[in-house]
């Protein structure tokens, strides 16, 4: 049984809303939003950091969820974060990518 918290979202067992999904990622709102829109793309598949996704395929297909999923919020500006080990911030070691946009409190 996973502990993973993002792949348990994944799995559906929170009943979390996503915001947008395809084949490679979901996409759901921060829980603690530091920005009037705070999104978290999250590859379904379980990476632990950007230092251990060695798949550029599945590295460039983020990106596309970045923009594609940020033009379905309406956002046309906006910031992307991640944060790659403890000491730069990652509190959860599901890689993942932030998106925020509006008044961001960063
Ligand atoms: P990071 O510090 O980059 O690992 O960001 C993790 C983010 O995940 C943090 O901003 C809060 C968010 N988060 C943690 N647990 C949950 C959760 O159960 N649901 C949602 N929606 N977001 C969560």
């Known amino acids: 049984m996973t502990e993973c918290i993002f792949c348990k979202i994944i799995n559906g067992d929170f009943n979390t809303e996503f ?7 979901v996409v759901f709102r921060d829980i603690n939003p530091k920005a009037d829109t705070h999104l978290l793309v ?3 598949k379980h ?4 230092n251990e ?5 599945l590295l460039g297909k983020l990106m596309m969820t970045v ?3 940020a033009k379905a919020a309406g956002l046309k500006s906006y910031r992307t ?3 790659t080990g403890k000491e730069a ?3 959860v070691f599901h890689m993942h ?5 509006g008044s961001i409190k960063l």
């Open 47 to 50: 990476v632990e950091s950007l």
């Open 42 to 44: 999250v590859p379904r």
């Open 53 to 57: 996704l060695d798949d550029e395929v």
């Open 89 to 91: 911030g990652q509190e």
């Open 19 to 25: 915001v947008y999904e395809n084949e490679y990622a």
């Open 67 to 69: 923009r594609d999923s």
């Open 81 to 83: 974060v991640i944060n």
């Open 97 to 101: 990518i932030h998106i925020l946009a």
